[in-house]
């Protein structure tokens, strides 16, 4: 996302420098280059930091978990934004040169499967428009049966108990508190196990009911 647009300004002044023609000015096929593609990829880019906004409006845990990464990717998206407007067209002046544009066997390729496809699609373009019209028809109809929950609760049937003892309790009296603890637990109908930790023992103490 952060390059996008500085590879689209540089593939399309590669290909104005391919096709210049000699006493044709070399700066301003450059400028020309970058201004015919700026409006796209500025656009895409500001559209790529929108899809940001609902995450930066999350409250609570949610918020605090996501918020500082969607704020990230925004800066970080800006950041390339201002640079791709200022120093990519000059490092293109400097670094790039006129020369006949080289196209790889894999873009030839691609090209071979893709134009078909493409103008498969504008020669049918109703048809085309309503399927897409169909699919957005489809997921709209599925938002009613998505969840609402960011994070969804947890709720494992796991219950914490923390017991406090004197710093200088003696570990067979620890474990005769945990085992009085554990069998005063199981006598709730609802509690079917207990596992308790003394320190930081291998193997816990468990009782079951």
Request: net charge positive.
């Amino acid at each position: 996302m952060i390059v996008d647009s500085t590879i689209i300004q540089v593939e399309n002044v590669m290909h104005h420098l391919g096709e210049m023609k000699p006493g044709q000015n070399f700066g301003r096929t450059v400028l020309n280059a970058v201004l015919e593609v700026r409006k796209p990829s500025l656009f895409g880019e500001l559209i790529i930091a929108l899809t940001f906004l609902p995450i930066m409006t999350l409250q609570g845990m949610e918020g605090k978990m996501f918020a500082p990464l969607a704020f990230t990717v925004v800066i970080a998206l800006l950041a390339s934004l201002v640079l791709s407007i200022v120093a990519i067209p000059s490092l293109c002046s400097y670094v790039l040169k006129a020369a006949p544009e080289r196209v790889s066997f894999l873009v030839r390729a691609a090209q071979r499967v893709y134009r078909p496809v493409l103008t498969l699609a504008l020669e049918n373009r109703k048809a085309v428009l309503l399927g897409t019209g169909g699919f957005i028809a489809l997921s709209l109809a599925a938002v009613p049966f998505l969840g609402t929950e960011f994070i969804p609760r947890l709720d494992e049937g796991y219950i914490t108990n923390i017991t406090i003892r004197l710093p200088s309790v003696s570990l067979s009296q620890s474990v005769e508190m945990e085992r009085q603890m554990q069998q005063a637990l199981l006598k709730f109908p609802e509690v079917e196990s207990v596992v308790s930790k003394i320190g930081a023992p291998r193997s816990p103490l468990n009782l079951t009911g």
